[in-house]
């Protein structure tokens, strides 16, 4: 189980290496006026285009280290709104702010999200993310009590900050959809792709969590290779990635994405496609996308069932993926 870090200098040298993270893809530092509990004040914010985000980080000596986030590039002139907050304690164990770092059996550090976010909205808190964040949980050994919590990032990682930025705005979507009144009906051309219906709802094994942070990013990552390709995706809570023949008006394919190595993951997401694709009226096709050493060891078995097999691999912050060319897309 993770354990939540409370010791002052411990939070105060993970605080360093988290605020690093961002700096190789800071472009440039805007002047705002930032708004924060219904004020606002002078800052200058750090914009990070391949990121989609923008930053501002500011030590509140002895009470907490406050990093303010937001979407979309700021402009100069009225008051830019915070999209979400990633807070860590100045010392021990603070409840009340939303940020913590955590430790596993194994010494690797994340960052964790308590839920508390806020923003001055009606319906906008804790019971929202809660009751809508996907992505991924976990139990943490929180003093004296066990909290579950949402686990934004592998502080390590070289795609942490990306995964930080994904966390951003799946915050940004949920605020938006709880503002705006829910859709009885939908026709099938206003299916869409959301980051926010990416990821797990249930907590995960220990053992897990690291690659589980990267679930997220390669879920993008191919649907933005997808979308290239002029091919119509779209999800929802079943299914965190499909795509639409939109001249059928069906969905012609399901994708199943792994991000660790146990056989039992692999075996889960298989029963898993073959179910969705057998119950469904229009017999979609199955795709299970696997670390490409998995690929390799598997595809010969899983194409004897009819599953096509996609590879993925990481160069540097970028998703490779092998074998989506020998897909069929209608």
Request: net charge neutral; hydrophobic share 40%.
């Amino acid at each position: 189980m993770l354990k939540v870090i409370a010791e002052q200098r411990t939070i105060k040298k993970h605080t360093g290496q988290f605020n690093k993270k961002f700096k190789p893809f800071i472009d440039e530092e805007i002047k705002v006026k930032l708004g924060h509990q219904g004020a606002s004040f002078p800052a200058k914010v750090s914009w990070l285009s391949s990121l989609g985000i923008w930053k501002f980080s500011r030590a509140v000596k002895e009470v907490r280290y406050w990093n303010a986030f937001g979407v979309a590039k700021p402009g100069t002139s009225g008051v830019l709104s915070i999209a979400s907050e990633i807070n860590f304690p100045w010392d021990q164990i603070d409840r009340k702010t939303g940020g913590a770092f955590a430790q596993d059996s194994w010494d690797n550090i994340f960052v964790v999200h308590r839920g508390k976010i806020g923003g001055g909205r009606k319906g906008v808190g804790k019971s929202l993310f809660e009751q809508n964040y996907r992505g991924v949980w976990s139990f943490m050994e929180d003093g004296d009590s066990i909290s579950q919590v949402a686990v934004i990032g592998n502080l390590a990682s070289n795609r942490f900050a990306l995964q930080v930025a994904q966390f951003v705005k799946k915050i940004e979507i949920m605020k938006l959809s709880a503002a705006e009144s829910t859709q009885t009906e939908m026709d099938f051309s206003e299916i869409t792709f959301r980051e926010d219906l990416i990821g797990s709802e249930r907590p995960l094994p220990e053992d897990e969590i690291i690659s589980a942070c990267d679930h997220d990013l390669i879920v993008s990552e191919l649907a933005i290779l997808l979308k290239q390709q002029k091919i119509k995706i779209g999800n929802d809570t079943e299914s965190e990635l499909f795509a639409v023949n939109p001249s059928e008006n069906r969905i012609s394919h399901i994708f199943e994405i792994v991000t660790d190595t146990k056989e039992k993951s692999i075996l889960a997401a298989t029963g898993k496609l073959l179910l969705q694709t057998s119950v469904a009226a229009v017999n979609p096709l199955p795709v299970l996308v696997l670390p490409e050493d998995e690929k390799n060891h598997y595809e010969p078995e899983l194409r004897r069932i009819n599953i096509s097999v996609v590879g993925f691999y990481w160069h540097e912050e970028k998703a490779v993926f092998s074998g989506i060319e020998k897909i069929k897309f209608e």
